[in-house]
């Protein structure tokens, strides 16, 4: 018996894939392990996004950081070059009518490293870039730019964090680790705190000594999009790993290839 497709993105960017891999004809999951919220204060976002006519580059860390970002903007502007590191962000920018994207031309090396190799560093030196993210994250990409010269101002949009362990999510827990699953995993933060949210569950147990969770998911199949997603994984004690590299389209392969 074929279990589910478990798709843990933010709610917001999971309802599209969730409908293509319905089609599949597999039984879909819906558990998001990261809840993006607005920023309570807005105002530095705002700011930027005022002048977003004087930046030589606007990168976008995440889907959501565009999604975030949009909120605001009617209109981009004409001669500005937007970056992604992945297909996901690539796609969203041209949904909204975004002309110039840079990304990594490998979809399987979608991240800040390989984004960094891909732009012209050199032209960058003495101009203002903007890096719209989330109210965390990794400093490489804004270091990088930073030490090829350009203006790099960093602006977070929108708030990330693991969701609450109610009696309702460690129960879908519980039903997801009775039998084999696809797990879809988009985000080295979010497999983090899934682990996390299974050892707070094993401790709440009566006989916590009796259960161990986070070995019952270790066994379980995870599908990821990045490299560094995967060593992660492999990190956290994980080895049914398949790296897909970045896009729906190799998510979708790799279930297909699955069944």
Known sequence: MTGAVVITRPLAQAAPLAARVAALGRTVEVLPLLDITPL?????????????????????????????????????????????????????????????????????????????????????????????????????MADGLRAAGALVEVVPAYCRSVPELTPELAATLRRLLAQQNDWIITSSEA???????????????????????????????????????????NNLGFSKLTLTGSGDERLLAALQSCL
């Open 40 to 140: 309570p204060d807005q105002s530095a976002l705002l700011a930027a996004l005022a002048k977003l006519d004087q930046y030589a580059l606007v990168a976008f860390v995440s889907p959501n950081a565009i999604d975030a970002a949009f909120a605001h903007i009617t209109q981009w502007p004409a001669g500005v070059t937007a970056a992604v590191v992945g297909e996901g962000s690539r796609a969203a920018l041209a949904a909204h009518g975004v002309p110039n994207i840079v990304s990594p031309g490998d979809a399987a090396q979608s991240d800040s490293e390989h984004l960094l190799q891909t732009l012209d560093l050199q032209a960058l030196s003495g101009k203002p870039v903007l890096i719209i993210r989330g109210d965390s994250g990794r400093e490489l």
């Open 191 to 233: 497999l983090r705190g899934l682990c996390g949210l299974l050892a707070q569950m094993d401790l709440q147990h009566p006989d916590a000594m009796q259960h161990n969770s986070v070995v019952v998911m270790q066994q379980q199949h995870l599908i990821v999009p990045h490299a560094r997603i995967a060593e992660t994984a």
